[in-house]
């Protein structure tokens, strides 16, 4: 289970040091038949998730992690990764809290790419 722990958190440092500084890289992470669920709009495969992530309406951000828990999956080798934390975004003072899944599925090459991601801001 600490294997899982490490790996959960060496991704999620990963993805979001992408996000914040090279976010066209993020495309990187994905496959053809993977889905993004971003704040209820359903996205498939890797070109329209790099068209969406790399079209948000801000170019600068930075991702401050609060908690990560990862879980194995029910196929062999796979890991669920839920993530929460804030957002803070350039010249706004308030940060926005926000909560992602990664279903995570081992690669031939020893990596992992991303199955399923859902985004969501928590309002309230």
């Not at 038949?33 to 359903?42: D, I, N, P, V």
């Not at 999956?73 to 308030?94: A, D, K, N, W, Y």
Request: with cysteine.
């Amino acid at each position: 289970m600490e294997e899982l722990e490490m790996v959960g958190r060496a991704f999620v440092d990963h993805y979001y040091l992408l996000f914040d500084s090279d976010r066209a890289s993020l495309s990187t992470l994905y496959q053809p038949t993977s889905m993004l669920s971003f704040e209820g709009q359903k996205i498939f495969g890797v070109d329209d998730i790099s068209a969406k992530l790399n079209q948000l309406p801000f170019d600068q951000c930075k991702h401050l992690i609060s908690t990560i828990d990862s879980q194995p999956s029910s196929t062999t080798g796979c890991i669920v990764v839920f993530v929460s934390g804030s957002l803070q975004l350039p010249g706004e003072e308030h940060l926005l809290r926000f909560s992602q899944m990664f279903h995570l599925i081992p690669t031939p090459q020893g990596s992992f790419f991303v199955q399923n991601d859902i985004f969501r801001l928590n309002y309230g």
